[in-house]
């Protein structure tokens, strides 16, 4: 059944299918060890606990990780099962120190959880690296609860291996904000700047994000995978925590977010996901980046609040008559 109009969802189409499967590097525990070369922009599909010991050490720049939270969720053919506290910190620790073994020296790490998950993944997180930060931003989804609170946020927990050398490229993820009072001085805009759509103001990022929007059918970056984060949440932190050319790997791909939005913004990327549908449509998206490198709510080299979209258009169409 062909989808709707509007409907931009990313599928696998049939004749597509074993295309991407031969695009993708399988690799299992009986494997031989992997090289810096072997796994460079690829997407391994196989089990992340067996498959990171097959990893060279200490290869990535900055190391992204969206894990099951501990909840019962459905992922295509596999199934996580909520357990107890105890029983999730056990597995955390089944493959977080192969995760932080991936990292070099100066390298960053930043790693996704819920309220539900997110005291054991800081426990388990600060045994193995220096926690400089937690991230909050607004998850605006659901129709919300009759008992309790909507759950309308998660948490993003920033860490390195050393303090004192490590990257983090401030100017790189400033936010352009409009300005509801704007004040002069002089009769002259002060730190904002003032335009036909309106006035706006270039602020330096707090841990708190109100600007990310979930994917959902209409854009152009959504997929069927349950819990895909939105590229211009991983475009912050590639950025912010990466250089150019850096390695940016990502050992719970899912539907390929991470890798899509390093190589739009021209780093390397490795990532391995064990669903092989969520695997191909992770290539699929990749080749779609081949010839659309545009990241919803970065535009002209920023990052926009949101309901800015008329300013950002008129700011692209200027820039494409220069």
Known sequence: ????????????????????????????????????????????????????????????????????????KQFDKHRF??????AYIAYLQSWFPAVVACLKPTGSIYVCSDWQSTA????????????????TWQRDKGR????????????IWFGVKDPKQYC?????????RMVMAPYK???QPKDWIASEEGNFRLTYPSNFWDDITIPYWSMPENTVHPT??????????????????DMVFDPFLGSGTTAVVAKKLNRRF??????????????????????????QGFTDGMFWERNTLKYQRQKGKSKKRE
């Open 1 to 72: 059944m062909p989808q709707a109009a509007n409907n931009r969802t990313i599928l696998i189409e049939p004749d597509e299918s074993e295309l991407l499967k031969k695009s993708l590097m399988y690799v299992s525990k009986d494997d031989a060890a992997c090289s810096l070369s072997d796994i460079t922009n690829q997407i391994v599909c196989g089990d992340a606990l067996e498959t990171l010991p097959k990893l060279p050490a200490a290869f990535a720049d900055l190391i992204i990780v969206d894990p099951p939270y501990n909840l019962t």
């Open 81 to 86: 099962n909520k357990t107890s506290t105890e």
């Open 120 to 135: 054991a993944i800081q426990m388990v997180m600060s045994q193995y690296v220096t926690i400089l930060n937690r991230i």
């Open 144 to 155: 919300g609860a009759f008992s309790n609170w909507k759950n309308g946020m998660e948490d």
């Open 168 to 176: 983090f490229n401030v100017e790189a993820v400033k936010i352009m």
């Open 185 to 187: 001085k002089n009769g």
């Open 228 to 245: 895909q984060k939105s590229e211009k949440l991983m475009a912050k932190l590639i950025l912010a925590s990466s250089n150019e050319g």
């Open 270 to 295: 490795c990532g391995i996901e064990m669903n092989e549908m969520y695997a191909c449509l992770a290539q699929k998206r990749l080749q779609m980046a081949d010839t659309n490198n545009q990241i």
